[in-house]
Structures are given as structure tokens and as C-alpha cells.
T-cell receptor, first 116, second 114 residues
Framework: GAVVSQHPSRVICKSGTSVKIECRSLDFQATTMFWYRQFPKKSLMLMATSNEGSKATYEQGVEKDKFLINHASLTLSTLTVTSAHPEDSSFYIC????????????FGPGTRLTVL | GQQLNQSPQSMFIQEGEDVSMNCTSSSIFNTWLWYKQDPGEGPVLLIALYKAGELTSNGRLTAQFGITRKDSFLNISASIPSDVGIYFCAGHYPSGGSNYKLTFGKGTLLTVNP
């Protein structure tokens, strides 16, 4: 149980375009999901908390108009990187709290974004 | 926000050796989690700890929730080549805002020489 998927696993786009990344909880419902960004050989940096049926909560320094988050259902959250630039190239990972409770989170496999 | 100090940053060991890594915090945490991340993949949960003093094993892995609630360690016994990866500790502290929001250590890069 507690499987989280992400799509796509890799995406390459041109500068100025928008890219949507999906995060799905496959065998459980998640009213909350989290979006992280990870640079090479670095730890995970929390970008925002995605809340089903309400606005996402963004961490300090994260532009909400650039990283649009929509949590339209109990099993799906999307992150859209708008007007992407090369500096947005990174590894984006989502997570969701699992059924075990106690603040445990299960992570998706990640999406490698490369902006040319 | 709160920070976790994870050490060591990296380890180079021989196959068969035991490994130990730890995380400390200046604040009390109510959950400690240990993850392993392979290159190009998302972190995979290894062990979850919920109570001070709790000692939990998962195969060759053993982790403990420190009695002071400010630290945790992860031990790997009889290491094998597939143990290679980055190990992250993560925790949730009581005043950390929304439920489930985690703080991460900077990771320990483990290299195992066959």
C-alpha cells in the first residue's frame, strides 16, 4: 500500500513553455500532498503543500504564480511550472501521507525537468 | 524552520562492514523517518519511528528514536553493494505547522566497495 506515482518521469521543454507534472496516490486517498525540489547531491527542499479542495500553501521564497498547484481530487495533485526557464531545471518529487499515520510520507519516483 | 544535522556526509566502506549514521536536532521531534534514495529515483521509506526510545529493525537495518526525542540513528549491518545510495533522515516536530510536514537532513552518501 501507499504507492505514489508521478508522470512524466522525464520532460524536456523549451524556455518559455509550461510543463505540468502529475502526482497520484494509487491505493489510498490523500487530502494533502507535498511538492519538493531537489538539486544534484542536495537534500529535498519543500516547495508547497497541496490541499485538496483549497489553495496550496507555499514555502517562503517559492513563487506561487510560477509553480501552480492544483489538487482537484483525493488522488491527484498537479504542479505546473509556468514560463519555464533553464534555472527551473531540477528534480521534482511529490509525496503523500500514508495510511500508517504518524506523519509518515511516501514519495513518488520523481520527475526530471530539463528546460533548454 | 527547524534543521536536522545529519552525519556523516559520506561514507566509503567495504562490503560486509557495518554502517552507522545519525541525525540530531535542537528541537524535540515526535516522528523520525529514515529514507533511502537511489540516483534518479524518489526516496523510499526504510523505517518509521514514533515513540521516544523506540528501536525498530527492517532486515539488516536498525533505527532508534532517541530518548531525548532530539536524535535518531540508523545502522546497517553486513553491508552489500546494493546498499549504495543516499540516506536521509526526516522528522516532524510538534510545532511544525501542518500535519505531516517534514524536515529533512542533508543526507549521507554511502558507497560500498565490493
Amino acid at each position: 500500500g501507499a504507492v505514489v506515482s508521478q508522470h512524466p518521469s522525464r520532460v524536456i521543454c523549451k524556455s518559455g513553455t509550461s510543463v505540468k507534472i502529475e502526482c497520484r496516490s494509487l491505493d489510498f486517498q490523500a487530502t494533502t500532498m507535498f511538492w519538493y525540489r531537489q538539486f544534484p547531491k542536495k537534500s529535498l527542499m519543500l516547495m508547497a503543500t497541496s490541499n485538496e479542495g483549497s489553495k496550496a500553501t507555499y514555502e517562503q521564497g517559492v513563487e506561487k504564480d510560477k509553480f501552480l498547484i492544483n489538487h482537484a481530487s483525493l488522488t491527484l495533485s498537479t504542479l505546473t511550472v509556468t514560463s519555464a526557464h533553464p534555472e527551473d531545471s531540477s528534480f521534482y518529487i511529490c509525496s503523500a501521507p500514508g495510511l500508517a499515520g504518524g506523519n509518515t510520507q511516501y514519495f513518488g519516483p520523481g520527475t526530471r525537468l530539463t528546460v533548454l | 524552520g527547524q534543521q536536522l544535522n545529519q552525519s556523516p556526509q559520506s561514507m566509503f566502506i567495504q562490503e560486509g562492514e557495518d554502517v552507522s549514521m545519525n541525525c540530531t536536532s535542537s528541537s524535540i521531534f515526535n516522528t523520525w523517518l529514515w529514507y533511502k534514495q537511489d540516483p534518479g529515483e524518489g526516496p523510499v521509506l526504510l523505517i518509521a519511528l514514533y515513540k521516544a526510545g523506540e528501536l525498530t529493525s527492517n532486515g539488516r537495518l536498525t533505527a532508534q528514536f532517541g530518548i531525548t526525542r532530539k536524535d535518531s540513528f540508523l545502522n546497517i549491518s553486513a553491508s552489500i553493494p546494493s546498499d549504495v545510495g543516499i540516506y536521509f533522515c526526516a522528522g516532524h516536530y510538534p510545532s511544525g505547522g501542518s500535519n505531516y510536514k517534514l524536515t529533512f537532513g542533508k543526507g549521507t552518501l554511502l558507497t560500498v566497495n565490493p
